[in-house]
Structure formats: C-alpha cells, structure tokens
C-alpha cells in the first residue's frame, strides 16, 4: 500500500471539504449530477478518443500500481540473486530449477527460466531488453492516459459553467434567483479543477515515479541474471549490484 | 473501425447533450449559426494560413485514418513474410512475381517488386528509407493540422464572445434582457473549447498513435524485405521479426 | 502567390466580419482607434525592443514570402543540374558560363560561379554551408519576429482593455451608459487576440513552412554542384537528386 | 544564512502588506482560516501524492537549504587539497590519516577514507561518481516538490474561490452583504497565487542554484581526490583545479 | 546606444499612454502608489530570492548592456587580427607588445597578452575557453533575472488586483463609488501585464540576442588569436576569420 497517495488524497480532499464546512456549506450543494456528468464523462470520452481500447482496459491496473504498489525492495533482490548465483556456481545452472517457484517477479522467473534453458547470452540479453522496451511503452501509455485526463478535466469543467451559463441566463425570470443559478453553474467548474488537480494529474505523477523506480529493478536484475549466465564470482556480483541502488538502502553491506 | 474513437467521440459529446437536458436546457439554445460561422470558419482560416493546400486537402483522409483506421497486426504480416522468405529460397526470388497481387499495402508490393526487379541491397534500403522519411513528413503535417484547429479554437471561441459582448452591451436598452444576451455571447466561447477539446485534439492524439502503429509496421516490413533479399533462414527471419512486437502479440509463437 | 496564405486570411477575417454582421453589429463599432493604437503600437514597440533595427527592417520582405512565396519546384531545378553536369562533362566546367545569366535563384548562381572559378570542393563546400548557416540564421530571426509579435498581442490587448475598464469605471456617472462604455473597452482585448491567432502566428507558421522548403532547396543545390564539381556522371547526379524529393514530386523520372 | 533569499522573502512579502496597509485595510481581512486550510492543506496534499513519503520527509531540510546554505568557497577546498596532495608525496597517502577529522564536507572525508583504505582508482572514481549521482537525483527530488507546491497552489485557489462563491450566492438572502461575501471568496485565490509565487516557485529556484553550486563543488573535489590518490605534482593539481572555478574567484592565484 | 531598445520603449510605453488619453483619462489615474508598490517590489522580492545577490548586485550592468550596447563590428575585429599576425610574422611574437594598449576588449587584450607570454597553444585554448564558459554562465543568469521579473510580474498584478477588490468589496457602503473602486482595483493588473510585456520580457530578449552576438565575437577572437600564436600566413587568417561573419557583414572584402 502506498501510504503517500492515500494520505495526499485525504489531505487534499479533505482540506477542500474541512474548508466547505468551515464556512456552513453542505456537501449536498456541490454534488450535483449534470456538473459530474459532464466533467466525468466528457474528460472520459476525449482521453478515449487519444488512445487505444487496449490502453483504457488497464487503467484499473494503473490505479492499482498507484495506490497499493510497494516501492521495490533491491537489497532483497540482490541477497537474492547473489544466493542463485552462488548456487549456481557450485551446483551448476540447471541448480536453480528448485528456486523457480520463490520468484514472484514474473520478469525474473522468466529471466531465469532463460537461464535455465541454456540460452545463448547475448540472445538472453536482446529478450530480456526487448521486454523492459515494451513495459516502458506500456506504462508511458498509462501514464499519458492520466495527463490527458488532467488535460482535458478542467476545459469540460469551463464547458460545463458555460452551458449552465447559458441556459440560467436566457431563463430565469426572477431576477432574485439569478446568483443562486449563477453559482450552480460553477459547479462544474470546481469538479473539473479539482478532479484534475486532486486526482489525475497527482496520479500522474505517482505512476511515473513507480515506473522509474520498476525500470531500475528490472535493470538490475538484467543485470544480476547475466552474471550468474556467465558464472561471475559472487562476490564481484554482489559489489557490481549494490552500486545500483543508493547508498542508505545498502544495509550495512557497504 | 476504431472504436476507442467513436466510443470517445459518443461518450464525450453525449456527456455534455444529457447534461444539458438534465439541467432542462433545449439543443437549439447553443446551436447557433453566428457563434459557429466565427468558431469554426475563424479555425480553420487561420489552421489554413499555417501549413499548404495540399496538406489541407489531405485532412478527410486524416480523418478516415483516425476513425476508420485498424491497428495493423504485425503477425500476419510477418507470417507472410515468412512464407515469401521460405518460397524464394525454394523457388528462387522470381517466384514471388504471383504473391505481388496478394499483398494490400502499397509500400510491401512496391518492397517486393523492387527485389524482383534485382535491385542491389543498399539501393532498395535507401529508396525504403527515403519513401519511411517522407510518408512521416507527410504524417506530422497532419497531426500539425490538428493541433493548429486545437489551438485557434478557443481563442476565436473568445473573439467571437466578446464581439457578442461588445455587440450586446451597447446595444441593448432594456436592462431584462440583457442577461439572455450576455448568456447567447457565450455560445461562442461554449463551441470553441468543446470543437478543440472534443474534437480537434483528441483526434490529432490518435493520429499521433496510428502513426507510431504505421512506422513500426514499415520497419517491420523493411527488415523482413532485405532478410528476403539475403536469403536469410526462413527461422532466422521469424525470430528477428517477432522481436519487433510486443511478446503479448506474438500468439503462441515465442 | 501562397494560395492558402491568401485563402486562409479571407477565411479567417471574414467568418469573424460575416458572424458579426449576421448578429446584427456595424463594423464601425470595433473599429476604433484608441484600441488599435494601443494593440498595434504596443505590441510592435515591445516587439521592436527584443530584436535588431536590421531585423525590423527585414519584415516586409518576410510578409512578401508569406504571401507570394512559391513552393519551389525541385524537379525543374534537377534537370538544370543534370543538364549542367552533362554539358560540364562534354565541354569542361568553363562550358558553364554561358548558362550562369539564366539561373536566377542568386544562391545557385553563386555556386555555379565559384565553380566555374576553378574553387577547390572543399573551399567550396565551406564557403556554400556557411552561406546556408547564415541564411537559416536570418530566417530564423524573421519567424521569431512574428511569434513575438504574436506573444505579446493579446496581453497587449488586455492592457487596453483593463485601461479602458479603469477609465470608464471611475467617470461613467450614469449607470445606464456603464455596459456600453465596458463594450467598449473589450474592443482591445478583441484586437490583441483577433490580431494575434488571425494574422502574426499564422503568418509565423507559414514562414516556418516556407524555411524548410527553402532549406531543402539550398541542399539540393549544393548537392548537385559539388556532384558537377567532381565531374560524376549525369545518370549518377540524377539518381541522387531525385533521391532528395518526395517521390510524388519525381514526375514519372523513378 | 542566505541573503537573498531572506532579504527577497522580506520585501516581497513586505510590499503586499505595505501595498495592502496604503489602500487602509487590515490584515485580519485576509487571514481566513477556511481559505488557508483549503490552499495550504489541499496544495499540500496534491504533492504528497505525486512523490514518496521518504521525499516529503526530507523537506525540511531542504528549507534549511534555501534558507542557511552557503555559497561554497570554492579556493578554500582548493587549498586544502593541495595542502593533502603535498603531503602526502611527502609522507605517503597514509599521513593523511590525521586530516579525516578536520574535513568537515561528508563526501570529501568519503572521499580521502577511500584513498587511505587503498582503493584502486576506477573503482574509486565509480564509487564517488555513483554517490554524487545518488545526490543529484536527491535534489532533484526536492526541487521537484516545490515545483509541484508552486503548480498546485494557484489552481487549489481557484477551487477554494469557486467553492465560496457557490456558498455565497446561494445562500445570501441580502443584496447588500453580497460584494463582502463575495470579496471573502477571492481571499482563497489570493492565498493560492501569493504561496505560489513568492514562496514556492522562487524557492524552488533557489534550490535548483545551490544544487548546480553543489554539484560544481563535489566534481572538483573528485578531480582532486583522484590527483592525490595518482600523487600528481601539487602545483599541477592546483592549475588544475582552479580551472574549475570562475576567474575571479581565483584571489590572486591566477 | 541601441537604437531598437529605446524606440522600441518609446513606442510601447508612448501606445499605452496616447491611447489612454485619446480616451479621454488622466495619467494620474493609473500612477497610484500601492498598485507599483505591490507590483514591482513583490515582483524583485521574488526574483531576487530565485538568484543569487552576486547576480542582482548585476542587473544596472545588464540594462546598461541592452539600452546602450553596441552590436560589435566584427570586420574591425578581424582586420586587427589580421594586422597583428602580419607583424608578429615580421617581428616576432613579442613585437605585439606595443599593440597591447590599442586593443579595448578586454579578453582580446588577456588573449594577447597570454600569447607574449608564450603561453603553450593547448594551455592558451583551454584559459580562453574557460574565460568564455564563465561568461556565458553568467550571462544566462542575468537573462534568467529578466525573464522571472517578467513571470513573477503578472502574478503579482493579479495578487494585487485581489487585496484591491477584497478591501474594496468588503467596505463599500455606497454603491456609488463601487464602480470607482473596482476600477482601482485593476491598476494593479495593469502595472503587472504592462511591466511585464513592455519593460522585462523585451529586455531579456534583447539580453539573449547581445549575448549571442558577444559569444560570436569571443569565438572569433580566439580563433584568430590561435592562428597569431601558430604564424599563420595573414592570408589564410583573414580567409578563415571572415568565414565566421555573414557575407553582408564582409565589405568588399569576399
């Protein structure tokens, strides 16, 4: 769990609630449903229009990643790797087929399954490669998705005051209801500000830190499984490894 | 078909038409020629200023890439691809003068032709490469296009908002209905976000994807071509292909 | 004459007149000077102050381009060349000199004269790049002139009107007046942003266009008189040329 | 202590009270609890979503930067690695055992516990690279939250405005009390744009100038802790080294 | 003197105000104390937490280069060089030494001098290198100063603008005066968009374009001070060196 995104976003929205209350508004008067409507599913409908169906699928996915991704543990990693390659060098490569099954990490399963199945190094490195290459487009999508939704949010929210505009001005016959209207129409204004603002583009940005710190992972272990391909000295793998990760979260290891 | 864009376009458009008729509004309210003449004929004018005729007459075919277009799907190309490769080793690179027919895309029928034709290998990759340099020239105008209509929108949206302004304000002499007026002044401003933000620029985006989708597809296409060309393994061929496409659409096959 | 520049500009102006007129206004309400003078002036005065007298002085020569600019046709320069170097090598480079009054592009002619005067190729080259360097420079400027003017329009334009809202609202004693003296000090800001999106970015991104046509013609050029220079053979000069255009433009040459 | 940076926080601060005082009002009229827990806690949260806890933490500190960092003086840290580099040709890389408590600069001390230990030099130079590579990432980080502080805060402003103005319209029954309550809406936006832009953008800024100062000063003391490991003469290390600061901060040395 | 920046003020700041009085105001009415106080001291108070007070201790040096500055003559500069290779041909290195006092720039005069000194070529390019590296830092950060007064400026207008309409809305009693009031109110906007877009932006554009023709100059000199140092013949120095200025620039020089 990502405590971070979940204590921003009731902070965040919190304060904008806390500050309603504070000055004798009633929530009821905010949530109104042509404002969302309007907001919600026309940002919706242009952020769909800029993609692919296959990208809208995994959006859950990437609001997953932002609310429960862990951040990655490399020390773990490394411990981890430094035992296969230990193992490896003493009972041999097809040594690590016992390990397969306490990898969780898909790409590193696989990376070793590769291992394991005799594959040449530098085909290895080139599947291996080709992977990460396609996850980063893959989150670089998702990421987009989140932008363009931050985009588009608050010009739906305009467009939304100003149909309200319209249709309250040219009506209203009591001049005495008038302001009440007035600020029903800036209803959709504040949904489309805040939801882009509190919402989709902090969520935005919280994927791409998750994915720059996943590439770093991955690149380490890329880098770990062709060690123990190439039978490097555990040692060696351990110090090339640690200069991968920041200095606090080596432990007491260097 | 591509549905994300109709799916998108219905969504967003239709988000803000119920919206509208939730809050008790009538469509002939904002469908108003004086605002849509400014907007619209304002955009375009000044989108036609920026670029050439010739790239303004080739926007209806932007637009049917942009709705109509299918995602290329790079397995069957490279099937066929593999088939051709295993074909002119058995039969010799004239035995692909029959398959010409078969293939629909213009620019793999011209690829083949030109290796019947024994063009010498550094010949035919540079007239591929030059044909890729100019379709994504040709390309980028058309997002430009678009994002240009994006641009100008909002701002004749203004201009045509405050010309109302101006005309309303000095002109109407009865103060009750001076608030429809103001509200009609609107309508520009109303069309001018909306057409750029519901229209315009999400489809420039997805142009922007058809065209990454596109080049990909040509890469693809010209490496499989030369592979042809060289005699390469038919093997060969498909595993250097398949490493062109995400692992997820390679089928069963790596 | 730059058809779409022209066409675009009659577009663009008359949508705006033709909507106003269609609501019912008189053009005479938007023409007023003090407004003109604070958007025109203003905005030419801070532009002026970002750039050179010399640059200055070059802008009707920019807006010359814009609208009267040809797209250049390459072929036709392509089989001056070709017929250059056929003639270079039936009666020696001094066989050129007869031609040097019909070239009229002043860039060729220069090239075909250093030719002539027997320049080493890579003096030649030196001199023809930075020939090119400096006109790329010059160009530049000119585009940045226009995209300046641009930026600085509309604020321009708000600066007019927030003068005009300050002198009206602190005089107007009768109310009844006040909404046509605040029409009236929205005329600016019309000005600033019409002037700005209708005419100075559009014109900007037509030069923009115009440079890079240019720039691929001077690449052409310089190509194909070094290819005279070094004596290569007519057919060879020919191949590579065409190499160097769109391949819709090649007529039926390849 | 950072004078700019206080003596800038003083005067701009200080002349919207002066400004506000001058027009006669009193600053209980903009110090709203409800517009700053809205601005302030809404901003904050917004930001806490888009990093990691472990950057927020770090915050603090980064304000002592801003405000207590001092320029580096470069020529001191110069002569101190000379004096090292002199005497440890003298005495041997060991004698400088007895210098480590006197640097006060962690990477430096690092730096010389390195070359006393007997570290080979690529694995030296890797090491400190990745330490100060680890810190510009660091930094990076820090300036980013400001940054993010100064995009978030204007637009939470505008939520807190709208947010009132719904309030008030709607419910205020007198006319009269209307323009106060109105007034009291834009304290938020006030709140918003004034914390953007006299605290957290320039802020930002003045971190971005002390990491670039930061980053110049741990390059030359690399440079220099790599000529004394190589037991380079010492006044060549000095040439060196004073190439690496701007000429007049060389005192009279060159 | 810079003739563009001073008629380009003139003709900014001379639109703004002719048009106010073709209006009919009084200048009085805009020059108000706490709308410049809050204006331009909230905008130096922000800049100058940005930057350094090294750097703002700078600015009368930065305006005194954008309103009086003179765009170098390159041609002299070059027909120098030229002289002086002839004789340092002719007489030796040290018969510059009498030259020394005619030479006003400052770093031509170090460069020379160095070159009597008999400085090493390769020691000699790297001082003038980094002499030049230095300026260029420092003329980015006086750039820099001008384009955040011109950011922060509007803001603070609008900050301003807000304190001016909350103490005003909050007090009015007669609704008379409100108007009045209100329209105070905007001066603050005025000044901020005005200084902004007549006085700081346009300044640093001019700043930028000094800059460049500064560092052109720089490059030249040290290009020729090397050809003086290896006695290279005049011819080819002058060749060389004219190659590095636009053709128009040459006189009948080439």
Do not use: C
Request: aromatic share 6%; charged share 20%; hydrophobic share 50%.
């Amino acid at each position: 769990m990502d405590i971070a995104t979940f204590a921003g976003l009731i902070l965040g929205v919190g304060a904008v609630i806390v500050s309603f209350i504070m000055e004798g508004g009633h929530l009821s008067a905010i949530i109104q449903a042509p404002a969302m409507v309007i907001v919600i599913g026309g940002t919706i409908g242009a952020t769909v229009i800029t993609t692919s169906m296959e990208t809208i699928l995994r959006v859950p996915r990437f609001l997953g990643q932002a609310f429960f991704g862990k951040t990655p543990e490399p020390l773990e990693t490394i411990n981890m790797i430094v035992r296969m390659s230990e193992k490896a060098r003493r009972e041999g490569i097809l040594g690590l087929e016992n390990d397969l099954k306490s990898i969780s990490d898909p790409f590193f399963r696989k990376a070793i399954q590769l291992v394991i199945d005799g594959t040449e190094i530098t085909v290895l490195k080139t599947i291996l490669e080709t992977e990460i290459a396609y996850l980063e487009e893959r989150h670089k999508r998702g990421i987009a998705v989140f932008q363009k939704l931050g985009g588009f949010s608050p010009t739906l929210g305009i467009i939304g005051t100003v149909l309200g505009l319209i249709h309250t001005l040219s009506n209203t016959a009591e001049p005495d209801r008038m302001a009440a209207a007035i600020a029903g129409a800036f209803i959709a204004t504040l949904w489309g500000v805040a939801m882009a603002n509190l919402v989709y583009l902090p969520i935005g940005d919280k994927l791409r830190l998750r994915h720059e710190e996943e590439l770093a992972k991955l690149d380490l272990i890329l880098e770990g499984v062709i060690s123990i391909q190439s039978g490097d000295n555990p040692r060696v793998v351990k110090t090339k490894l640690l200069s991968f990760i920041p200095p606090n979260m080596r432990g007491g290891e260097m």
